[in-house]
């Protein structure tokens, strides 16, 4: 199963609806074995919904194939090469940790329970605490522990870092592709800290209100984007060349280009404005879905 | 399976069986063994109702020496009422907290893991819902039955040990005492009373209570009483009848359930008799049916349900 034929997610037309909000409102997707895709979006954008629907944790209309399968009806036989955090209160509360590795271990015929209390001796998770003991990092390492153990090809992150001080966000992070990740695997994460997946993607897509809104890989968002801190005197001359979105900061402008709506634009002319470089997921972000709304939609599409 | 260092204080009577190794069962056993760290009341409430009935009877054994003696002008069958009396309170007391247990644990079974939303750790995990739903449904339809079954003999064991020593010490005859007593046949009417009685007789009582608590968004409790209530006021008002409390009172009460145990409790050949019956009444098998109804529809509504 190597190479790229073979797609690990694949989505057509996906639809859920709760009562008249539309959460997906035709999503299509295609991930490919070896991706770190990370979905980014506001607050009830779909991005949950989505995330749920490949696990078959909620019903949906629309084509769905994950690995081969039907989540919604074969979510049971699909978890074998699944894994899955959500964000931390997860992990039932009155579990013990050893209760926690001897259930997996039971119960999951791909758990290398060595590997896990490997894992788990490089913390001071100890195992006969309560899940409900720990706190909110060590639960979040235990977890990973149990996923990074796991012989799986697919793995879930729903807001995985939640709440967690930057320590422990790195680390998560850093275990994840030193221990773990592989040209074999497949990740899709959500998060509202961008700035730490930011060198961690492979690909990435933004959505909004149940459809998405940009769809590249890492690759493409480096050399489509750009970024000018423009110089005082040539900030005319940069508007002329419609940035897709205009900021302030500390009294300089901040211009974010799209070469693919402009084809004109090119770095070195760029660069006699003013000092360039690739934004920040954040900043492309605020672009997309900030108050330039309609064009960055266009402009995406 | 367990290191050392994971102490067996939680881990009841685990040690001893040895984990199945066929893929078919061990999801099913370890999402069992699961619920038993989970609700670790279903095998302390009934060792604590044991331990109560334990220390009212010692204290009661001071008194066991006149009672014998006084017994001797009685005939057989009131002598073994009266020495038989203490037992068989300790066991229904030990049945009783089992049966509590039962309804509080079933009407928790699907709806406390929907409340603290560790049903996404559940079914992030290779366990179909069939098995987790028919896991937590063995648990009072079955487990709780043989462990209580299991203290109560362990219990009444030690009463009977107790007792001799209390019986010999007074200069009495224990081989008279153990032959009234016939603590063999007392263990046997026990299990049987349990396996057709809280096991087969009230199995759809708990499947509606798991089916209850995977349908209530807040308060199964409410929603479990509430509507079987509300249809017999319903009836009484619109066709001044009252069948649906009839079937309510017939599932219920104990005593439809095993055609009138109590008549053949002395004669033991009545037993297989009275077994025979109670296995080719339709009560039973619709009960049963019904059972099998509200638990498939409960693995279908743990499917759709989302955490609350």
């Known amino acids: 199963m190597t190479g790229q034929a073979m797609p690990v997610i694949e989505a057509r037309g996906l639809r859920k609806a709760f009562g008249a909000t539309m959460a997906l409102d035709g999503v299509d997707l295609r991930v490919e074995e070896g991706h770190i895709l990370g979905i980014i979006g506001p607050n ?44 931390v209160a997860v992990l039932p509360r009155w579990m013990r940790v050893w209760q926690a590795l001897d259930y997996v271990a039971g119960v999951h015929p791909r758990f290398d329970r060595a590997r896990a209390e490997g894992f788990l001796a490089k913390t001071d998770i100890r195992r006969a605490s309560r899940i ?81 809104v940009l769809n590249c890989s890492m690759e493409e968002f480096e050399s489509r984007y750009l970024e000018v801190t423009v110089r005082p005197e040539q900030v005319t001359a940069a508007r002329a060349l419609k940035p897709m979105h205009e900021r302030q900061v500390l009294g300089r402008s901040i211009l974010l280009f799209d070469r693919d709506s402009n084809q004109k634009i090119d770095r070195q002319q760029v660069a006699a404005l003013g000092e360039v470089r690739t934004p920040s997921i954040a900043d492309l972000f605020v672009a997309v879905m900030g108050g330039s709304f309609g064009t960055a939609q266009g402009a995406a599409q | 399976m367990n290191s050392p260092s994971s102490s067996l204080p939680d881990s009841f009577g685990s040690q001893a069986i040895t984990p199945p190794t066929s893929s078919a069962t061990r999801p099913f056993y370890w999402s069992v063994r699961r619920e038993l760290w989970e609700y670790r009341s279903i095998y302390i409430a009934p060792l604590a109702a044991a331990g109560v009935a334990m220390f009212g009877f010692l204290i009661s054994l001071i008194s066991l020496p006149r009672t014998v003696q006084a017994m001797a002008a009685l005939d057989p069958a009131q002598q073994h ?55 937590k449904a063995s648990i009072p339809m079955v487990i709780l039955q043989l462990l209580s079954f299991a203290i109560a003999a362990a219990t009444l064991w030690i009463m009977l040990l107790l007792s001799s020593a209390v019986v010999l010490g007074s200069g009495g005859s224990v081989a008279a005492y153990w032959g009234r007593l016939s603590l063999f046949r007392m263990l046997l009417m026990l299990l049987y009373h349990l396996v057709t009685v809280h096991m087969l007789w009230y199995a759809p009582l708990y499947a509606w209570l798991i089916l209850v608590s995977a349908w209530a968004r807040r ?17 009484k008002i619109a066709f001044r009848s009252s069948h649906f409390t009839a079937l309510l009172q017939y599932r219920i009460g104990v005593r439809q359930a095993v055609g009138s145990m109590q008549d053949n409790f002395p004669i033991q050949p009545g037993m297989p008799l009275a077994a025979g019956r109670f ?25 759709y349900r989302e955490p609350i």
């Open chain 2, 279 to 303: 296995l080719s009444s339709p009560g039973l098998w619709t009960g049963l049916i019904v059972a099998a109804i509200f638990i498939a529809a409960a693995v279908r509504l743990r499917h």
């Open chain 1, 44 to 87: 009830g954008a779909g991005k949950t919904t989505a995330l749920n629907a490949i696990l078959g944790l909620t019903s949906y209309q629309g084509q769905l194939n994950v690995l081969g399968r039907d989540p919604w009806t074969q979510r049971d036989q699909l978890m074998r090469d699944v894994c899955f955090i959500a964000d």
């Open chain 1, 132 to 212: 409900r003991e720990l706190s909110k990092g060590m639960v979040t390492q235990l977890h990973l522990a149990l996923v990074m153990a796991i012989d799986a090809r697919l793995l879930v992150l729903d807001e995985p870092t939640l709440g967690l001080d930057i320590l422990y966000r790195k680390q998560f992070y850093d275990s994840l592709l030193n221990d773990y990740f592989d040209r074999s695997r497949t990740i899709v994460v959500t998060t509202h800290q961008v700035e730490d997946v930011q060198h961690v993607l492979t690909d990435l897509m933004f959505i909004n209100r149940g459809r998405i």
């Open chain 2, 219 to 235: 308060t199964p409790f409410l929603w479990a009483v509430l509507p079987p209530f509300a249809i017999a006021i319903f009836e």
């Open chain 2, 81 to 135: 009422k009266a020495l038989a009396h203490p037992y068989d309170m300790v066991a229904g007391l030990i049945m009783m907290a089992a049966f509590i247990v039962s309804i509080f644990y079933s009407l928790d079974a699907l709806y406390g893991e929907r409340r603290d939303r560790s049903i996404l750790f559940w079914k992030s995990l290779p366990v179909s819902d069939l098995t987790t739903v028919l896991a």
